[in-house]
């Protein structure tokens, strides 16, 4: 059974940073890409970024480039968002999800970690 | 990017009747869309790709139709435990972008 948890989310200030992680089990990791999406509240759901199998390649949102970083651990079989220069904005419900098939579509979801941007 | 657009935002339909649910796109595509449902407290849960393949373990009473800008996802007899929102996602076009839910109740 495919399972994703994602941890580390929480409350930070403007300009802060945090790193969220997605430990990935029941499903063989490093044969598939990885993806981050959020919702914010009251909004519709938005991609952050994707990184492929073996982690060389790298996609992100416009909204998040420059500032977010996304990696994965295989030995660990573990996805990482690394989120600096934090913004109002970047308060959300952040989720990975395991890819289906080469980029897309997103099959499996973790149950989300919330993150919250504010002084 | 391409916006999509759900329609209607809550849709109340009785147990056992059909539910019809829809998704335009602001522009053209083939068949690169995804329907998820996602219960209270649950993650997302992928239910149609390629426009109208089904997802693995998904009943039959769901499927999904549609190309171009006009898709749509379809419950033929609706059971208590498909209330949830349904969202759609064009994966045609990068970066892939979501409708803004549709909320199925019981009426």
């Known amino acids: 059974e495919v399972q994703l948890v994602e941890s580390g989310g929480g409350l930070v200030q403007p300009g802060g940073s945090l790193r969220l992680s997605c430990a990935a089990s029941?499903?063989?990791?490093?044969?598939?890409?990885m993806t981050w999406v959020r919702q914010a509240p009251g909004k519709r759901l938005e991609w952050v970024s994707s990184?492929?199998?073996?982690?060389?390649?790298?996609f992100y949102a416009d909204s998040v480039k420059g500032r977010f970083t996304i990696s994965r651990d295989n030995s660990k079989n573990t996805l990482y968002l690394q989120m600096n220069s934090l913004r109002g904005e970047d308060t959300a419900i952040y989720y990975c999800a395991k890819v289906f098939q080469l980029w897309v579509p997103f099959d499996y979801w973790g149950q989300g970690t919330p993150l919250t941007v504010s002084s | 990017e391409i916006v999509m657009t759900q329609s209607p935002a809550t849709l109340s339909v009785s147990p056992g009747e059909r539910a019809t649910l829809f998704c335009r796109a602001s522009q053209s595509f083939s068949s690169n869309l995804a329907w998820y449902q996602q219960k209270p407290g649950q993650p997302p849960r992928l239910l149609i790709y390629?426009?109208?393949t089904r997802a693995t373990v998904i009943p039959a009473r769901f499927s999904g139709s549609g190309s171009g800008t006009e898709f749509t996802l379809t419950i033929s007899s609706l059971e208590s435990e498909d209330i949830a929102v349904y969202f759609c996602?064009?994966?045609?076009?990068?970066?892939?972008?979501f409708g803004q839910g549709t909320k199925v109740e019981i009426k």
């Open positions: 390629g426009a109208s």
């Open positions: 029941g499903f063989t990791f490093t044969n598939y890409a």
């Open positions: 990184i492929s199998g073996s982690g060389a390649n790298t």
């Open positions: 996602m064009q994966y045609d076009n990068w970066p892939p972008t």
